[in-house]
T-cell receptor, first 116, second 113 residues
Framework: AQKITQTQPGMFVQEKEAVTLDCTYD???????LFWYKQPSSGEMIFLIY??????QNATEGRYSLNFQKARKSANLVISASQLGDSAMYFC?????????????FGSGTRLSIRP | DVKVTQSSRYLVKRTGEKVFLECVQD?????MFWYRQDPGLGLRLIYF???????EKGDIPEGYSVSREKKERFSLILESASTNQTSMYLC????????????FGPGTRLTVL
C-alpha cells in the first residue's frame, strides 16, 4: 500500500498567490516525521520543512508552512506569496519511527509552475 | 553547510558494463543512502548504510550492491548494467538523530545503452 500520496501531478499558480500542495500519509507507528523537499530543474533535492508527529504546532520556515492534520493524516505544504523561483518539483516524505536508521519514503511528487 | 558530492552528473554506459557511482559527504554523517528517481515514481530507496561497513537493503536492491569502507564515502555498484537501470541516481546523508533530515547530492543521470 502506498504510504505517501500526492494527488496533484502538476499545478499552475499565478505569481504572488498562495499555493497548497497536498500530501496524505499512512502509518500505524505513533512516532513519525514528515518532510517536504523541493527539486528544481537542476536536480538537487532541497529540504524545506519538517514536522514531527508529536509536535504541537504546525511547522513554519519563512514562506513555507506545513498544515499538519494528524487525524486526517495529511501534511499539506503551503507556500505564501509564490515567486517564479518556486517553480519546481515538490516531494512529500515520511520517516516511520525515530531510529537513526529509519528509512524515508517519498511520494511521487507535484510539479509546481508559477506563472508571471 | 553540508556538502554531498557525486562523482558524475551525467554518465553513459553500455549494457553489461560494471558501473560505479561514488558519493562523498563532508559532515561526518552516520547515515548514507542511495535512491533512484523515475518520473511518476518519486524516489525509491536502493540501499542505505548507518555505519562504516554496514549496509541495509532498501525497497529495490535487485541488480545493485554498495560499499562503505570509509564513513564519508558510499558507493553504488551496478554489477552488470541493464537498460532498465537508466535513471537519475541520488545520494543522501544524514546525521542520524531524531527528526534530522537527509541532505542530497546533485544526482547522477545514468543512461545505459
Amino acid at each position: 500500500a502506498q504510504k505517501i500520496t500526492q494527488t496533484q501531478p502538476g499545478m499552475f499558480v499565478q505569481e504572488k498567490e498562495a499555493v497548497t500542495l497536498d500530501c496524505t500519509y499512512d502509518t500505524s507507528d505513533p512516532s513519525y516525521g514528515l518532510f517536504w523537499y523541493k527539486q528544481p530543474s537542476s536536480g538537487e533535492m532541497i529540504f524545506l520543512i519538517y514536522q514531527g508527529s508529536y509536535d504541537q504546532q504546525n511547522a513554519t520556515e519563512g514562506r513555507y508552512s506545513l498544515n499538519f492534520q494528524k487525524a486526517r493524516k495529511s501534511a499539506n505544504l503551503v507556500i505564501s506569496a509564490s515567486q517564479l523561483g518556486d517553480s519546481a518539483m515538490y516531494f512529500c516524505a515520511m520517516r516511520e519511527g525515530y531510529s537513526s536508521a529509519s528509512k524515508i519514503i517519498f511520494g511521487s511528487g507535484t510539479r509546481l509552475s508559477i506563472r508571471p | 553547510d553540508v556538502k554531498v558530492t557525486q562523482s558524475s552528473r551525467y554518465l553513459v554506459k553500455r549494457t553489461g558494463e560494471k558501473v560505479f557511482l561514488e558519493c562523498v559527504q563532508d559532515m561526518d554523517h552516520e547515515n548514507m543512502f542511495w535512491y533512484r528517481q523515475d518520473p511518476g515514481l518519486g524516489l525509491r530507496l536502493i540501499y542505505f548504510s548507518y555505519d562504516v561497513k554496514m549496509k541495509e537493503k532498501g525497497d529495490i536492491p535487485e541488480g545493485y550492491s554498495v560499499s562503505r569502507e570509509k564513513k564519508e564515502r558510499f558507493s553504488l555498484i551496478l554489477e552488470s548494467a541493464s537498460t532498465n537501470q537508466t535513471s537519475m541516481y541520488l545520494c543522501a546523508s544524514s546525521l542520524g538523530q531524531v527528526g534530522d533530515t537527509q541532505y542530497f547530492g546533485p544526482g547522477t543521470r545514468l543512461t545505459v545503452l
